[in-house]
């Protein structure tokens, strides 16, 4: 095995690296550290903290954003077909007939279920 066809491998984690990591360095190094009480105080939206922190959250919280990202993504998967759909012809057509018909029986799962209700 000839490592020299590694080289280019190498030099592009090695670049990559220090572009990510080189700015925060300088940063740190040139950038002003003038802490005072208001800098440093915890604050929500412009408001001073209330409550607690470490709070639990509503379990429909994580399944609304689970949903979100799940149709996010099938959605996002519908260009990629749409681009080829010339290509694909008639079959391609009716498969991501399918597929969109999949997705809106589930979305119509979910929200008669009332997945999507947030109260």
Same mark, same amino acid.
């Given at each position: 095995m *000839?490592?020299e066809?590694?080289?280019?491998?190498?030099?592009?984690?090695?670049? =990559?690296?220090t572009?990510?990591?080189?700015?925060?360095?300088?940063g !740190?190094?040139?950038?002003? *550290?003038?802490?005072?009480?208001?800098? *440093?105080? +915890? !604050? $929500?939206?412009?408001? $001073? %903290?209330?409550?607690?922190?470490?709070?639990?959250?509503?379990?429909?919280?994580?399944?609304?954003?689970?949903?979100?990202?799940?149709?996010?993504?099938?959605? %996002? /998967? /519908?260009? +990629?077909? %749409?681009?080829?759909?010339?290509?694909? =012809?008639? !079959?391609?057509?009716?498969?991501?007939? $399918?597929?969109?018909?999949?997705?809106?029986?589930?979305?119509?799962?979910?929200?008669?279920?009332?997945?999507?209700?947030?109260?």
């Amino acid at each position: 095995m *000839n490592l020299e066809q590694y080289l280019p491998v190498i030099l592009f984690v090695v670049i =990559g690296m220090t572009v990510g990591v080189m700015p925060q360095i300088i940063g !740190y190094i040139l950038g002003p *550290n003038r802490p005072y009480g208001a800098k *440093n105080s +915890p !604050y $929500e939206c412009g408001f $001073e %903290a209330f409550g607690d922190a470490r709070m639990k959250f509503d379990v429909r919280y994580y399944l609304i954003a689970i949903l979100f990202i799940l149709f996010d993504l099938e959605t %996002a /998967l /519908l260009f +990629p077909w %749409a681009v080829t759909l010339k290509e694909l =012809g008639l !079959y391609g057509f009716f498969v991501g007939l $399918e597929f969109v018909t999949l997705l809106t029986i589930g979305f119509v799962y979910m929200w008669l279920k009332g997945a999507l209700d947030w109260e």
